[in-house]
């Protein structure tokens, strides 16, 4: 099973696709960082229980992606600048998967917010399908150990 740390590797991998040499930070920026740079940083972790039956269940993975710009004396962006910094990072994930290791969870979503005067952020979600197996042992009731079969042919 692939764990989180690899998922954000692989989605700082995409962002420093989107922006050649520039710095991708995860989950914590340092005091005086970098600009322009990037962070990513998981966001949160979903469970759909019902996605796929008894056999498989889908993870949601939510990853804040920053994007910040260069700023002025009043530490404010070219807002232009940073619209385009939040589609380029959107157009990283437009394949509509993240490939990590041998899986490719999938992009269920990504939105990107432009409302703040010195960086961009987007929300990118990441659908992972999980066999049940690798958390649970499967069970076999008494009900399912005995199959009675009656077949009615016509002639």
Known sequence: MIQIPEITAAIAAQ?????????VYTDLAPRDFERPSNMVELAGVSMDPLS???SGVDFLFKYKITTFSEVDEVHASHLPVLDLRAMLVLGAFAAGYVR????????????ADTSFFDCAVVTLTLALTINRSEFTEPELYELMKEFELKINTKE
């Open 52 to 54: 796929y039956g008894p």
């Open 15 to 23: 962002v420093e696709k989107a922006f050649p040499g520039e710095k």
């Open 100 to 111: 990590v290791k041998d899986r490719a969870p999938k992009v269920r979503g990504a939105e």
